[in-house]
């Protein structure tokens, strides 16, 4: 595998870096409870735990 004869100087490889930045991570408002929270993931309102606008874990279960 090639290498490089030089060393790169700190701008060169800072230029090339300046593209790899991370995403804005996607937001979405539940229609259900109107809650905003991260795609794809489950979300706590209150004590109940949802995800895809469905109940997973209800405060009322943990109680029993």
């Not at 870096?17 to 929270?37: L, N």
């Not at 004590?47 to 997973?56: A, E, M």
């Amino acid at each position: 595998m090639p290498n490089p004869k030089r060393r790169h100087s700190k701008t060169r490889t800072a230029k090339r870096r300046t593209h790899q930045k991370a995403a804005v991570p996607a937001i979405t408002m539940d229609v259900v409870t109107g809650e905003t929270h991260l795609r794809h993931r489950a979300y706590k309102v209150g004590d109940d735990l949802y995800y895809n606008g469905k109940v997973l874990v209800s405060s009322t279960e943990g109680a029993e």
